[in-house]
């Protein structure tokens, strides 16, 4: 079966750094994806991995290895409104997106 | 440029009664997709479009009829509605299917009695 793990919740401190991570088993992969979402709200998009390697864009970094079956986002100089949940998604075989359920994110002053 | 529009954002339904959830993208988006989103699990996709006048099953299609006549518009139909079927439905499009990301509406909260 095609399966997407990630950390239930983490919590981490204004200011700091934070690693999330996600692991997956897919037929197939077309690619990483990781989204934002705040409570309440829609999805956002954060970045595309498809290659192996770290992809940076500002305070958020994201890295992919396909032969590890493995991604992380990293979020740095963390600010109170990074409090979200973070999706991971893979495209599949299909290209189809297949989601993990998700980190939920705290951030303390 | 209002990107995707979902109506009605909430809405209460007694079991057996029918519903359409309204989507509309205005980015010219051929990809087009309906997902549903329940707590401690990922989205699930319900149904989708590659285009005008095609659509296909997800992974959770039972109980919810799609149609696609224009690029815009994507509905998504409750046909008899069970209370599994709370929850929290987001439409998303995307330019194409592989590499681009996809859009999200605001999503509609179903609640079924």
């Known amino acids: 079966g095609q399966n997407i793990d990630q950390p239930t919740e983490m919590t981490a401190t204004e200011g700091a750094i934070v690693q999330i991570n996600c692991t997956y088993q897919?037929?197939?992969?077309?690619?990483l994806f990781w989204y934002q979402q705040h409570a309440g709200e829609a999805p956002t998009f954060l970045s595309y991995?498809?290659l192996d390697g770290l992809e940076e864009k500002g305070r958020f970094s994201s890295f992919l290895s396909r032969s590890k079956g493995y991604s992380y986002l990293l979020l740095k100089e963390l600010q109170m409104k990074d409090s979200a949940s973070y999706l991971c998604a893979v495209s599949d075989s299909n290209y189809q997106l297949i989601w993990g359920a998700g980190t939920k994110l705290i951030i303390k002053p | 440029n209002a990107g995707v529009t979902q109506t009605p954002k909430f809405r209460v339904l007694k079991t057996g009664q029918s519903m359409t959830l309204l989507c509309a993208q205005d980015m010219n988006h051929e990809y087009m997709y309906w997902y549903r989103q329940d707590p401690g699990m990922g989205l699930r996709l319900i149904h989708y479009s590659v285009g005008a006048g095609i659509t296909d099953q997800g992974e959770v299609p039972n109980g919810y009829n799609v149609s696609r006549s224009t690029t815009e518009d994507f509905p998504l139909r409750l046909l008899s509605a069970a209370p599994s079927q709370t929850s929290v439905y987001f439409c998303?499009?995307?330019?194409?299917?592989?590499?681009?990301?996809?859009?999200f509406g605001d999503g509609t909260r179903l609640s079924i009695l």
């Open positions: 991995n498809v």
């Open positions: 998303a499009s995307s330019y194409e299917g592989a590499s681009q990301p996809q859009h």
């Open positions: 897919t037929s197939g992969f077309n690619g």
